[in-house]
């Protein structure tokens, strides 16, 4: 498809724009010049457009003189070249005009004949400016070296400079510039810097570098983690005077890095409980589901068993029951607990009756002969709190007394309700708990090795801890092999007066 003036003027600045750059990069790159000049001389359109192109191929010619990284010996040879290189530009857009169907080859020749005088008149011009500039060249190698030293500099800054600081020292190990924002987070400042001692980790790690060597390694500056980059700067002799010192604050990396790796051990850690968790629950679901199959069936054939004995296998169906139900009860709050789908819901309870009415849910699951004490010390009144997180942590603290102690064993329960404080005492003779042991209590799936015959899923107490936290209340205990366990639970008690406020 044919395109119009305008574009063929942008793609001209475009290929201008490339040759510019191929100057900085290559040392031939100033005769791609010509490439521009063609351009503007073979490409149709308004004499305007060639007009544009040449101004803008004339301004990038006179640039590349100051920004191209020639010798200084080749100045005069640069400014003839130049001369030159803007006089065929000139033409070209001469020319252009001359090139246009209106106009005659009799003007284009005279036009040509002009620009050839135009241009012996610029390279007289460009040999009197290389005997000017043969004067300054003397003045220019004297500074040459710092020149060359500092570009270098600024290059090994722009190109590694991080969020950071970047510095540079020179062999006494003092500031000679100090740059960055991570200066005030190390209490630095730049106007201060320059001539002090510079206190970088141990300092003969840094030193390595004034033997060419690229050093790195970390180091703590306040407290948070930083990583220290050295690089030697060589300068126009190829010594090494300076070197350009890189720090970066990696305090928020190295706190992801932690929080990875803790991420990744939870993961093991849940991986591990998955699996305790499948072993576990085949092995509990199986044993009370035998219990009952095995009571029904002595129930079914046993037709000559009298009211004792037919009493004793409905006990042990209920109790089998009753296990299968904690065992579902406890999966299924865990699973709430972690999914943060538990919340509290404080409602009206009358306290001394609600613990009454709690002992004749819960009789039917001890053991044949044993015995709850249930002691109130307080008045009986009614108190704001969650009756079912309330219920679940007694369950759980009733239901292991039953468990854990013998089968005419004596349980204690003692409630005392003080002002804003319901404390609750749950004490039991049974087989107690190892001391090197009970630091592990609370956690999931954990059983005591002296209670691996009893049947339990070691997430009892796990849960009611978490029940106890949501009523911002706390549980401790004592402890002894043989001798019985005592749990003290303590939780604030939340008045319809305080719930209004906090309303």
């Known amino acids: 498809m044919r395109t119009n003036y305008s574009d063929r003027v942008a793609l001209g600045l475009v290929l201008i724009g490339g040759v510019f750059f191929t100057e900085l990069v290559f040392s031939w790159g100033l005769f791609a010049y010509l490439l521009a000049a063609i351009y503007i001389f073979t490409t149709p359109g308004k004499f305007v457009h060639g007009l544009i192109l040449g101004i803008v191929s004339s301004v990038f010619i006179v640039a590349g003189f100051f920004f191209a990284d020639y010798p200084a010996d080749q100045n005069s040879l640069q400014i003839s070249v130049r001369f030159l290189l803007l006089f065929i530009i000139i033409l070209c857009v001469i020319s252009r005009k001359r090139n246009h169907p209106t106009e005659s080859l009799a003007g284009q020749k005279s036009l040509l004949d002009s620009a050839i005088a135009e241009r012996n008149e610029a390279l007289f011009r460009l040999r009197k400016a290389n005997k000017e500039a043969e004067g300054a060249r003397e003045e220019t190698k004297k500074s040459e070296n710092e020149v060359v030293k500092g570009k270098r500099i600024h290059a090994a800054m722009a190109h590694h400079f991080p969020d950071g600081v970047i510095c540079v020292l020179n062999r006494e190990m003092r500031f000679v510039l100090a740059d960055g924002r991570g200066l005030e987070t190390l209490g630095l400042h730049k106007k201060d810097l320059r001539g002090e001692f510079a206190s970088i980790g141990s300092g003969d790690e840094l030193k390595r570098s004034f033997n060419g060597e690229s050093v790195s390694f970390e180091t703590l500056i306040n407290h948070e983690a930083y990583t220290v980059n050295a690089l030697p700067i060589s300068d126009a002799k190829n010594e090494i005077n300076e070197i ?43 044993t009370p589901l035998s219990t ?212």
Do not use: W
């Not at 790796?261 to 968790?277: I, P, R």
């Open 244 to 286: 350009l010192i890189i720090i970066r604050n990696i305090t928020d990396r190295k706190k992801l890095e932690n929080n990875l790796f803790k991420a990744l051990e939870k993961e093991k850690e849940l991986n591990l409980l998955m699996s305790q968790f499948v072993t576990m629950a085949s092995h509990k679901f199986r």
């Open 292 to 503: 009952i199959l095995s009571s029904v069936f002595l129930l079914e054939n046993n037709v000559e068993a009298d009211e004792n004995e037919r009493k004793s296998y409905f006990d042990k169906i209920k109790r089998a029951v009753h296990n299968l139900t904690g065992l579902l009860n406890d999966f299924l709050s865990l699973g709430k607990l972690e999914e943060g789908k538990v919340k509290v819901a404080f409602s009206e309870t009358e306290i001394k009756s609600f613990f009454q009415e709690f002992l004749q849910e819960i009789g039917s699951i001890k053991k044949a002969k044993q015995k709850i004490t249930f002691t109130y010390d307080g008045v009986a009144c009614t108190v704001m709190t969650d009756q079912l997180l309330l219920k679940n942590i007694l369950m759980s603290l009733l239901s292991n007394a039953i468990e854990y102690s013998s089968f005419d064993a004596e349980i204690e329960l003692a409630v005392e309700l003080k002002q804003d404080n319901l404390k609750i005492k749950v004490a039991d003779h049974g087989i107690g708990i190892p001391e090197e042991e009970q630091h592990q209590i609370f956690k999931r799936f954990y059983r005591g090795q002296n209670a691996n015959n009893i049947e339990g899923t070691g997430l009892g107490l796990n849960i009611a801890k978490k029940y106890i936290r949501l009523l911002k209340g706390t549980i401790e205990f004592t402890s002894q092999v043989n001798k019985g366990t005592t749990f003290v639970t303590n939780i604030p008690v939340v008045t319809l007066d305080i719930l209004e406020k906090q309303a």
